[in-house]
Structures are given as C-alpha cells and as structure tokens.
C-alpha cells in the first residue's frame, strides 16, 4: 500500500518567518494530496489541496508544490503568525490501477511552533 | 452547512469493556470513513462505506472492531472487548463520493482505555 513520509516532526520558526513541510509517497498512482492543520483537541481541517495534473497551487500565505517525478510535495507557509501553530499532516489519495486507490494515507505530522 | 458530528466526544473505560462511537456525516455525502489517531500519529484509516456497504475495512481489527451504516447515513463504531492499545482519538470523515471530493472530519472522540 501507500507509504507517506513527512519531515520535519517538529518546526519551530519567528513569527514572520517562512515554513517548509515536506512529504514523500511511494505509490506512483497516487493523484490527489490533501494538507489538514490540527489544533490541539480539534479536528483536522484542510487548509490546501493540490491534484496530480498541476504543480503548483497558492491561497494567500499558504502555497503547496508538487514534484510526481520525484513523489514528493511540499506545504509553504509564508509570514508565518502565532495563529498557524498547530500539526500540520500531509496526505495522498490513490489513484486507479494503484494498490491503494481512493484512500487517503497520512502522514505522521509536524508540531508547527510560531513564536512571537 | 452543518459539519460532520460524533458521539461521545470523551470516553473512559476499563479494557475488556465495549464501546460504541456515532457518526452522522453531512448531509448527502455518500461516502463515510472512521479513522483511528493514536497520540502523535496521522489518521489511519479503519474502515470506509460508500452508502451503506463496505469498501474497504482491510486495516480493521475485526475480532474486536466492528462498524455498520444502516440506511447509509449515520454510522456506528464497536470495540469488544477494549484493550490498552486501543486508545486513541476515533475521527469520523465523510465526502460527497469516494474518488474526487475532500473529507471533512468531525471533532473526534476521545477513548482512554484503563
């Protein structure tokens, strides 16, 4: 199945700062990668999402880049603020003709500290 | 538009107790999932239905977990008998349909198995 790798664990920047998150997944079929920021006692809520067929997506401070010839994709956040601390998980979807087709498979997240 | 909701947001039991979780998904989506979060972990996936059957429960210790989706909308989580290893935060998700649409979670319940 679906194998997803996210680094660092932990990321402690200054507020203002840039943040880089950065996943790997092993199934080449895979075609849809999700972000999700989890509050401490609360749910995950996806924050950003980017499909297969682009390589490249933005919303205001937060951007994701995909590289499908390397599986790897990253979330950027840009003049970070105390507010985007929380865990940052990535995920990927399988796609058809891949072991894990429409499942998503998480990453293991990243304690995002944004200090003041 | 009203979210994914779960019932009971906390539980504490002993092991070799049961427990149940509820999931009502959004209204109209199709496609429902429970995962498991252990401390420090991403979601795992445990079991998905697409209406009311089964799509995929290949990660769901079935000699103690057991799940359902009458009627296709709301959904019900069993554990029995509970062990130690089962406590963990249990999400329920839901989507329009399986292939295409994002997943929106509700809050969790929180199990503490003692």
């Known amino acids: 199945g679906e194998n997803v790798e996210q680094h660092p664990s932990t990321l402690s920047v200054q507020e203002g700062d840039s943040a880089v998150i950065k996943c790997t997944y092993s199934?080449?079929?895979?075609?849809?990668f999700p972000w999700y920021k989890q509050e401490l006692g609360k749910r995950p809520q996806l924050i950003i999402d980017i499909r297969s067929n682009v390589g490249e997506k933005k919303d205001q401070r937060i951007a994701v880049t995909l590289n499908k010839t390397a599986k790897h994709f990253s979330l950027h956040i840009t003049e970070t603020q105390p507010e985007d601390s929380a865990v940052y998980f990535c995920a990927a979807r399988g796609g058809a003709g891949g072991t894990s087709y429409g499942k998503l498979t998480f990453g293991q997240g990243t304690i995002l500290t944004v200090h003041p | 538009e009203a979210g994914v909701a779960q019932s009971p947001r906390y539980k504490i039991i002993e092991k070799r107790q049961s427990v149940a979780f509820w999931c009502n998904p959004i209204s109209g989506h199709a496609t429902l999932y429970w995962y498991q979060q252990i401390l420090g972990q991403g979601p795992k996936l445990l079991i998905q239905f697409q209406n009311n059957g089964v799509v995929d429960d290949s990660q769901l210790p079935k000699d103690r977990f057991s799940a359902e989706r009458l009627k296709g909308v709301d959904s019900t989580l069993k554990i029995q008998p509970a062990k130690l290893e089962d406590s963990a935060v249990y999400l329920c998700?839901?989507?329009?349909?399986?292939?295409?649409?994002?997943?929106?979670f509700g809050p969790g319940t929180r199990l503490l198995v003692l």
């Open positions: 998700a839901s989507s329009l349909t399986a292939v295409r649409e994002t997943q929106y």
């Open positions: 199934d080449s079929a895979s075609n849809y």
